[in-house]
């Protein structure tokens, strides 16, 4: 009986097992490791021909900028791209698993992937783990009913909205947005309002930093400008490079190569067994 | 009661003080947002008092002005509001009884306002406000800040509690020397409509105050026009059906 009781592990859903152990851990003052989160502005809006998406590159791990340049915007689909705020390592497995997911659902029907499918996708799986996979997300993409943009929460809300933000920087970018968004924007201008938004995150909010990151998806097309707008570059770059003090002797510089030392084994014996 | 009587003094001190002290925030009003423009300051509040999560009052003046030269604003609870405004009655008259033709201006009072939020923390029992002083005298303008903890700082724009993550990105985006005062009220607008859309303690009923040499003036209250028309409001999932 006993036995029996061991073996079939729980189907489906978070395993809460460990919690206790972590509580009375924490009890006893062992601290958890601080998760890398990207401390983050994401946004997105609706223009008139389609969905621009926004972010900012920084990721932090509590003071310290873990990544000065990371990508915050992961693709989901050829139409439907996906920014990912809070935990990093949740943000892109969770976009990782979706996209596998619609990949094989596209096989299944052989259709453009639908933006709705997405969020649905997305929606069941961080609601069944009720919160506790960090990931905020800005989702838009074009299908063949037209340009949509949906922001879901951690816990698995959704809203569908005409512009969008999310992450510690929201708030700046939200101001931006808030006096500036009109519908039926044009390309330029909607990339100009994102620009300026995610660079208000930049600016105002410490978790944000470093560039900004813009992805424009249209209805045929869609077009991932990475570092669009550099706006903190390195000021100083010491023209003389990196030189040794005239103490220094290089006594002997000689090349070693490396390949020479290596085996080649004969390929498909290993892998056969 | 041989207990009570034994240590009198410190029980009833105790309790005293205990009951005194401010140990949250009641009713509570929202951010504040100032600037100074050519010709002097201008100062924008909304006339909302939470009680908790309730709105409970919608005509609180939370913005006053003091002696000749300056302008108060404050967010936070009111009623120790209240008493920042009798503490500076107190200052303004004792010096005009002083009758040497010398009125205080907004630095002074300023300063003051910082000894009095910050020695009142150290005794932890802060006034838990966040006051906004302007003001001109001899031409200079003034806009400072104090919070309840005791942080002050004299900058061209200020905003207070939810102002600080939306309305400021917007100011240090668009403030500039010499703004009109047009183009003032415009961006302080601006930025209180973005406090309406976005903090749910926010009324749709406020004042703008306008401090100059000549001196004060508070408008009447009024309402900021809201746009609400997005497709996406209305129709939020046209691919679902």
Redo the contacts between chains.
Sequence with gaps: MSKVAMDVPAKGGFSFDLCKRNAMLAKDGVQLPPFRKTGTTIVGLIFQDGVILGADTRATEGPIVADKNCEKIHYLAPNIYCCGAGTAADTEAVTDMVSSQLNLHRYHTGRQSRVVTALTYLKKHLFSYQGHVSAALVLGGVDFTGPHLHTIYPHGSTDTLPFATMGSGSLAAMAIFESKYKEGLTREEGIQLVTEAICSGIFNDLGSGSNVDICVITKDNKEYLRNHLQPNPRTYVSPKQYSFTKKTEVLLTKITPLKEKVEVIQAGDAMEE | MELNSAKPGLLCSLEASQSQRTMYPYVTGTSVVALKYKDGILMAADMGGSYGSTLRYKSVERMKPIGKHCLIGASGEISDFQEVLRYLDELTLNDKMCDDGNSLGPKEIHSYLTRVMYNRRNKFDPLWNSLVLGGVKNGQTYLGMVTMIGVNFEDNHIATGFGN??????L??EWREDLSFEDGVKLLE??M??LL??DRSAVNKLQIANITEEGVTISQPYSLRTFWG????IN?????Q
């Design positions: 993550h939306l309305a400021r990105p917007i240090r985006d601006k930025c409509r973005v859309y976005r997005f497709s996406a409001f939020p999932t046209p691919g679902a």
